[in-house]
């Protein structure tokens, strides 16, 4: 260890075995500092910084200790070697000092007053200083003129009100290690360093792990430290941090900033994830209890909680490759709170860490949009009564339900325009498959023997998609959807991207107009064209779906169009899909 003399300002090394007491510096890095070639060649008095080494030096002589330990000046920067080493010894040697001198350049006031410059001074925001507030037993804070402000210990309660850290570490009656990953990250989390790299270097002490330093890889250094966290842990709290971004992500952090709302986390009483995890070439292989939350989406059990007991989680989603998870966010929440039903099991999977090659999930709308429906009367015998979970709204004609709900979405008891009331009913099944109803009768088995039929609870009971299948019943599948006929309707659900939101876009029709008209997409809502197309005599190649044609009178005013039907080939069907004819064989 390489000290500094603090009388005759020489530099003197000793080996671990023979250091002598010494005091460290605590300061802000600035132009001019003083550094280790200054020393040695001679020029150090010439530079600006050497002033706060000459009063750090002369307040460590004061105390009795004839050295000092300096960043700027007692580390060869230029070997990588003794760069390396030093970093990953200087928690240690912070905690191993008389007392740590900490020299606020900005704090021109002689005491600390509520709000005053003490809590708005940049030493409190740089990356560095954390482990030189945490690592020593004592800490001494001065002004910019060396004016004595208080101690660690004497300023207990403003330190904490600062940083966010226990007023029992500043005693040093706990120490830092017996707070949870996520917490002691949250002390970072609103700090910064001139190095992208310095971020994670600065930490490696906090959490009592080794790592080379390698300048230049950039973020890739906080994955690391994560990592080699990992190694000596299993505080699932490493994952218990959120993030703005709404891209693919990993279960590692991009910076401690992920970590500024989790100073309440803490490791879990009742462990669910026993087995050990790891980093791979896969992703982070790691075994997870999980539930089904949505048709693309689990959520995911940490072994966590946060000050209420509350078991913390976090959604996962397939990716292209088999068994391979990416981190995602439902409805803008990121660390859901989870609560099992039982219907929880563990799997073992990959979560992809690099999300580079992945485009950026869309949003969902957990329900159905109405696309094409048989058109409701109007007039004198109209008829439309609609029970939901949401409210209905004739432009938009979506219906859905809460993210990791299933079962019935809505019930529409309608008349279609030249016809008699028929009932219509979405939902999801137990596993997230879509189903819907087209006619039939309006209460499932269970519901017909209820004591108040007409109740909300008895009209959204979904015992109408358990098997086996009733009148008017499609219940499809999560990945392909819905496709089926009673030779009277088609009901098609389709799992479609509209206006970069997915949702489940419904299609029912006669068996007459259940068609596409492939490759023409509708100038209204950008899907391909289903049922009737209606072109605009005006506008070339301006085409309409019947459903947006339906207001074409405030859309595309003042403007008329020529509706195309297709013919279908009675008892003709496709060979490779099974879907009826329209129009030409081939």
């Known amino acids: 260890m390489r000290l500094l003399h603090s009388k005759t300002l020489d530099l003197h090394e000793f080996l671990d075995d023979s250091i002598p007491p010494y005091a460290v510096f605590s300061h802000r890095w600035q132009e001019g500092e003083v550094l280790l070639r200054d020393i040695e060649s001679g020029t150090a008095r010439e530079k600006k910084g050497f002033g706060k080494v000459e009063s750090c030096c002369a307040e460590a002589a004061s105390r009795g ?62 990356g560095w200083t954390l482990q030189e507030l945490l690592a020593p037993v004592a ?89 080699e966290i990992m190694k000596q842990s299993d505080d699932q709290t490493l994952f218990a941090w959120s993030s703005k971004d709404d891209n693919y992500r990993g279960l590692l952090a991009r910076s401690p900033a992920d970590f500024a709302g989790s100073s309440h986390f803490i490791v879990s009483t009742d ?9 791979t070439n896969m992703g982070l292989s790691i075994e997870l209890s999980m539930v089904q939350w949505g048709m693309e989406v689990y959520l995911a059990a940490l072994d966590c909680q ?28 990121d660390l859901p709170r989870f609560s099992s039903n039982g219907s929880s099991r563990r799997r073992r999977i990959y979560v992809r860490q690099n999300m580079s ?21 109007t007039g004198p015998n109209a008829r439309w009564e609609f029970t939901a979970w949401s409210s209905w709204n004739d432009r938009d004609r979506i219906v859905s339900l809460p993210p990791g709900a299933y079962g019935t979405a809505a019930v529409i008891r309608y008349r279609p325009k030249g016809g008699n009331v028929v009932n219509l009913k979405l939902g999801f099944d137990a596993n997230f498959n879509p189903a819907c109803q087209y006619g039939g009768h309006i209460l499932g088995p269970r519901a017909r023997n209820a004591r108040d039929p007409r109740a909300f609870d008895t009209v959204m009971l979904s015992d109408w998609m358990d098997p086996p299948a009733l009148e008017g019943v499609h219940v499809g ?110």
């Open 271 to 279: 462990k669910v994830n026993a087995s050990p995890y790891s980093m």
């Open 357 to 377: 090659r992945e485009g950026k999930p869309p949003s969902r709308l957990y329900g159905f949009w109405l696309r094409h429906i048989p058109p409701p009367e």
């Open 306 to 333: 946060d000050h209420t007991r509350q078991r913390l989680g976090i959604y996962l989603t397939p990716l292209r490759e088999p068994n391979q998870y990416g981190r995602v966010m439902l409805d803008e929440i």
């Open 65 to 126: 200790l004839e050295y000092v330990w300096i960043d700027t000046l007692c580390i060869d920067k230029s070997s990588s070697a003794e760069l390396s080493e030093s970093l990953n010894s200087m928690y240690e040697w912070y905690h191993k000092s008389a007392v740590c001198l900490a020299y606020l350049v900005d704090v021109t006031q002689t005491s600390v007053t509520s709000d005053g410059e003490f809590q708005r001074s940049v030493w409190f925001t740089r």
């Open 139 to 227: 800490v001494e804070f001065f002004n910019t003129a060396w004016r004595p402000l208080g101690t660690k210990a004497t300023l207990k309660t403003e330190i904490s009100e600062i940083t966010g850290i226990h007023e029992d570490v500043l005693l040093g009656t706990v120490q830092p290690q017996s707070f949870s990953v996520a917490q002691r990250m949250s002390w970072a989390a609103g700090r910064t360093t001139t190095k992208v790299e310095d971020i994670a270097y600065s930490l490696i002490g906090l959490f009592d792990v080794n790592m080379p330093m390698l300048y230049g890889e950039g973020p890739k250094a906080f994955m690391r430290l994560q990592e």
């Open 477 to 586: 599948d999560r990945l392909r959807g819905v496709n089926g006929d009673d030779g009277w309707y088609r009901v098609v659900m389709l799992d479609e991207i509209v206006q970069g939101k997915r949702m489940w876009v419904v299609y029912i029709a006669s068996v007459d107009d259940a068609y596409w008209h492939p490759g023409r997409l509708c100038d209204g809502c950008g899907l391909e064209i289903f049922g009737p197309r209606y072109i605009c005599k005006t506008c070339e190649g301006f085409d309409y779906c019947s459903n947006c044609h339906q207001g074409a009178a405030e859309t595309h005013p003042s403007h008329s169009f020529k509706e195309i039907r297709l013919g279908q080939h009675d008892g003709v069907r496709c060979d490779y899909c099974g879907d009826v004819r329209f129009h030409q064989n081939h």
